[in-house]
């Protein structure tokens, strides 16, 4: 979420005549956000943390039980994002545009009644988890031995946390993580302060502004 601060310390080195002058590496914008956090670990069913990880994410980023609903708002997706039958597709449609609890459904109908389309669902979220892991692969960020600054303006901290779990889990996977992370934070009198003894131990937090 460094984009602002980008431009920002642009056009200050410019200003100020400092930038020929400079060694510098080059400022690169990082595509991160909250949803994006919370689909980078999402787990397989089989995970026995699956069903809290939903329940939590989606009270957390929607303030809504987890159920359909729930589910498709907190990871930003629609119908369209799905490979839904006729009669699937009626489902999700008035589910999402009647906010009726009555149109919904929790996630124990959801296992039990419709399991093709929890199954639908959740092969969309892994593919989008996929991508953002692609991403992450694509750019380098984890894998070169390299010393790399995160700007997060008004996050609270919680892209760096997600990219912490991950971190773990390629650790666990047999993946060690080569890169150096350091966060700096503005905006950021809502970081939880519980979230710091999770941090990855490549993952640093500077003072924040």
């Known amino acids: 979420d460094g984009t602002l601060f980008h431009e920002l310390a642009d056009q200050y080195l410019s200003d100020c005549g400092a930038l020929p002058n400079l060694d510098l590496p080059p400022l690169e914008e990082f595509a991160f956000s909250r949803r994006a956090g919370i689909l980078l670990n999402y787990p397989e069913t089989s995970a026995p943390h699956w069903r809290d990880y939903l329940q939590s994410n989606t009270q957390w980023i929607v303030g809504h039980p987890v159920s359909l609903r729930g589910i498709i708002k907190a990871f930003g997706l629609s119908a369209q994002d799905l490979t839904l039958t006729e009669e699937q597709r009626r489902v999700v449609e008035t589910c999402l545009e ?41 750019i380098g960020l984890l894998s070169q031995d390299q010393k790399i600054l995160l700007v997060d303006i008004g996050y609270s901290g919680t892209a760096a946390k997600a990219l912490s779990e991950y971190m773990n889990l390629e650790d666990r996977g047999g993946q060690p993580v080569r890169g150096r992370l350091s966060l700096l934070m503005f905006a950021s009198n809502r970081f939880l302060q519980r979230n710091l003894p999770q941090m990855h131990p490549r993952m640093a937090l500077l003072p924040p502004l």
């Open 98 to 138: 009647d906010t009726r609890p009555e149109t919904d459904l929790g996630l124990d109908d959801l296992i039990t009644h419709h399991a093709a389309l929890l199954s639908t669902l959740h092969a969309t979220l892994i593919e989008r988890r996929n991508r953002i892991r692609r991403y992450l692969r694509d």
